[in-house]
């Protein structure tokens, strides 16, 4: 597989999976028990977050793979390396990396500072201390960590405040102008890319292209019309005759400037010589390319012509949209004049020009996109359909991810970025991005054993809001060096992910926890409040918890406890 461009781009983007894929790992682990065993914190761990990098490595390498439908080998390419790149990162983490969790969990037990992994003070109550070797507080008693402060914001402030009728009511009406503002810049996106584009900023191409914009906008490029057929006759009359036809209806095409077509041939003719007796023809034609500059439009070999060219300048080519239309007009008309000219065969013409391999991208980029998001998104609905045991909430996550699409497409189009081969990677990949925050919030709300809608939309954004940012800043931090980039392939794969990341943090922490508010038929009822207390406190204070139901034996060995919200713990995919 070719390494193209757009794959020196995917180091960045699989620097924020894998440190969101270390996030998700430390969460879990901190959540286990200090005093626990270190095989027995292991186990506790990766019983969460093993699971969860799974799902989500499988989902966004998927993406990927999916790319490789697309007929263009720089978007196979750099799918391909990203897709294994992916793998091979969830590999890493889940062997490498924990191996590291479990050599800092010996050093938990051994009490070694965390820098110097010298010997510390035996652990106390004083939450300095316990930050040096623990690497935060906890209670002593159970050995169990404290909250953070991000979690008990969205505890006891965020999630009663988003729950709140009135909130519910602005965030229907700021989804309202979301999808209003996304589908306007849907309609304004455009097809194709500057070839100015395709070189760094700093280099005297996009100089030259900008010239060539300001002073001869009027003329597009001089397309090759080439005749393959070394059996033509040029000097005869009736060949020559049924060329300068298909010339002219070339000419006749709004694509077309009149009159300026370069033809060797019509000016072999002005020389006066008798070009209809073929040995005057071919014994003179040497001298005559050489001396009018034509020597490179015509291939003679043992005196004969193998192929000849001419050049027709085309004109009023403003948009995408025109390149393709011209370039199809050339291509059609060039097969019905073989097909049509007066001969005892057909002639082998073509046309060409370097850009072409670019206007062929407009008649295929719209299909294969509509095709690679469809198939990614039926995918990545099955596999919503096997982690959320509820059909609703899949189809609130489906319903999510076409959202974030129609989000991406229409902002990026306000954004100056247009749909070209570039874009289309970037589509592609915020299939699996979108999927990621969608799909566990709702699995958090499903799996909430509280017994409202509002409890259960709080308890999903207690157990997942950290984690959630803590996803998208890392992704977001390792992309943002591309903002500065001198290459637009670069520029536009940061303000795609940027537009994927925002938009589909905020279903995550937004738009589906209040929407699920609204059907409580997504939850699982359960009587486990009515047996047990929750695992997932929402309006009780952690010290109510079941460990201090009982008294912990210091001289028995302390079996892990389950912590509040072990169940709905991180969810949260690889962004």
């Known amino acids: 597989m070719p390494f193209s461009t757009p794959v020196a781009s995917g180091p960045f983007l699989i620097l924020g999976i894998g440190v969101d894929d270390m996030f998700i790992m430390i969460s879990c682990w901190q959540r286990t028990r200090v005093h626990d065993k270190v095989e027995d914190r292991m186990a506790e761990t990766y019983k969460e977050a093993a699971v969860s990098i799974t799902i989500t490595s499988l989902t966004n390498a998927l993406a990927f793979y999916i790319g490789l439908l697309t007929p263009f080998r720089s978007v196979q390419s750099f799918c391909m390396y990203t897709g294994t790149a992916i793998l091979f990162c969830y590999i890493y983490n889940i062997t490498f990396f924990g191996a590291c969790l479990a050599l800092n969990g010996r050093r938990e037990k051994g009490n070694r500072h965390w820098l110097t992994f010298r010997k510390v003070e035996t652990p106390n109550e004083d939450k300095k201390s316990n930050a040096c070797s623990v690497g935060g507080a906890y209670d002593p008693d159970t050995g169990a960590e404290e909250d953070t402060p991000i979690n008990v914001f969205f505890k006891k402030y965020y999630g009663p405040f988003l729950t709140n009728i009135w909130t519910k009511v602005f965030v229907v009406f700021l989804y309202a102008g979301y999808l209003a503002g996304s589908i306007y810049g849907c309609f304004q996106m455009e097809e194709g890319i500057d070839l100015k584009y395709l070189a760094p900023d700093d280099s005297y191409v996009a100089s030259y292209y900008d010239n060539e914009d ?296 937004v738009f589906i926890p209040v929407f699920l508010t609204f059907f409580g038929v997504c939850g699982i009822s359960s009587g486990v409040e009515d047996e047990k207390p929750s695992m997932s406190h929402v309006d009780t204070p952690v010290s109510n918890s079941v460990e201090e139901e009982k008294p912990v034996d210091s001289n028995t060995t302390q079996q892990p406890v389950q912590k509040p919200g072990q169940f709905e713990i991180m969810k949260i995919s690889s962004l």
């Open 214 to 509: 300001r002073y001869f906008s009027s003329y597009g490029p001089f397309v090759m019309f080439v005749i393959k057929d070394e059996n033509f006759q040029y000097w005869d009359k009736s060949a020559r005759e049924n060329l300068n036809m298909c010339l002219k209806e070339f000419e006749s095409s709004d694509f077309v400037a009149k009159n300026i077509t370069i033809s060797w041939l019509d000016s072999y003719e002005q020389t006066g010589l008798d070009i209809s007796d073929k040995n005057v023809f071919m014994r003179n034609l040497p001298t005559f390319l050489n001396v009018s500059g034509f020597y490179r439009d015509v291939n003679i070999s043992s005196g004969k012509i193998l192929a000849s060219r001419f050049f027709i300048p085309s004109s009023n080519i403003t948009t995408a949209t025109d390149e393709k239309n011209m370039l199809n007009f050339f291509r059609d008309t060039a097969s019905t004049c073989g097909q049509n000219m007066d001969l005892s065969y057909p002639a082998d013409l073509l046309v060409y020009h370097p850009a072409f391999i670019y206007f062929d991208q407009y008649a295929v980029i719209v299909s294969n996109t509509i095709q690679n998001i469809v198939a990614a998104t039926v995918v990545m609905l099955v596999i919503s359909l096997l982690l959320i045991p509820n059909p609703v909430c899949s189809l609130w996550v489906t319903f999510a991810i076409a959202s974030v699409i129609v989000g991406v497409a229409g902002f990026m189009a306000l954004w100056d970025v247009n749909l070209d081969s570039i874009s289309m990677i970037n589509l592609v990949i915020c299939i699996g991005f979108s999927v990621d925050f969608s799909a566990h919030i709702s699995f958090a709300f499903v799996s909430s054993s509280k017994k409202t809608p509002n409890d259960k939309a709080i308890d999903a954004l207690y157990n997942l809001g950290y984690p959630i940012i803590q996803g998208a800043v890392s992704t977001v931090a390792g992309v943002v060096v591309l903002s500065a980039s001198k290459s637009y392939i670069f520029r536009t794969f940061f303000k795609i992910l940027f537009l994927v990341i925002l938009f589909g943090a905020a279903h995550g922490l």
